[in-house]
């Protein structure tokens, strides 16, 4: 019986070490996979933020190269293609063979005399505005200079395009300025277009042709448009 009992009490014993031992075994198997976990996670953290702030770099980056862009091409005040954005955008074209239009605000002079150069501004807005509005996608149109303005039309078709520049003509005469200047009772427009080519080496000699016919408008009354080898049209 004593032998029996020196028995179970060995046996006892190593029981209770092999269970003492399994559960210390344990907890640290739970602490190493709870510091992998801790680990794992600062490190998917970390590559969250690095990310999301790359992502936000490259968003910035593009924004400010977009902004950087539209500098360089658009006009500050109408937001038509300034000349630098104009001559870009015709140099990307595979048609370059069409009509060239010059419109410029009759009087404008005396309308930043008359009302200062803020209403001044503003005409040029909304004159910009309708000339855009007036046009097609494909049409390009931009502010050349002062109350100049330029519109390359990729088209052949001259009886089109002599609707479009009456189109242009009556829409400015139509405008309401009034709100800016009660005196302010009419805004007119003169145009001059030609057929040519914008590459490079022809631009010059279809602008001078259309320019001609813009001052020739002009002198001819004003308010209305002159085609190459065509009749005028006034409003």
Request: charged letters at 20%.
């Amino acid at each position: 019986m004593r032998t029996t009992k020196y028995t179970l009490l060995i046996i006892l014993s190593l029981l209770s070490h092999f269970c003492i031992a399994s559960d210390v075994s344990w907890q640290k198997q739970a602490i190493e996979q709870t510091r992998l976990n801790i680990i794992l996670f600062i490190n998917i953290a970390i590559f969250a933020v690095v990310l999301v702030l790359t992502l936000w770099q490259l968003v910035k980056t593009k924004r400010v190269n977009q902004h950087h862009y539209e500098q360089s091409v658009l006009d500050p005040l109408t937001q038509l293609f300034n000349r630098h954005g104009f001559h870009q955008s015709v140099d990307r074209l595979d048609n370059k063979s069409g009509f060239l239009l010059i419109a410029d605000i009759d009087n404008f002079k005396s309308i930043n005399d008359r009302f200062g150069h803020n209403i001044g501004d503003k005409v040029l807005h909304r004159v910009a505005k309708t000339l855009k509005q007036q046009v097609r996608d494909s049409d390009i149109v931009a502010r050349y200079g002062g109350e100049e303005f330029v519109i390359f039309f990729p088209s052949q078709d001259s009886n089109q395009l002599k609707m479009i520049s009456q189109r242009l003509i009556c829409s400015v005469s139509a405008l309401d300025f009034s709100d800016l200047n009660e005196n302010l009772k009419q805004v007119t427009i003169s145009v001059g277009l030609d057929k040519g080519s914008v590459e490079a080496n022809h631009f010059e000699l279809l602008y001078e042709k259309a320019d001609t016919l813009l001052y020739k408008a002009k002198s001819s009354g004003k308010n209305q448009f002159i085609m190459g080898h065509l009749e005028s049209a006034s409003v």
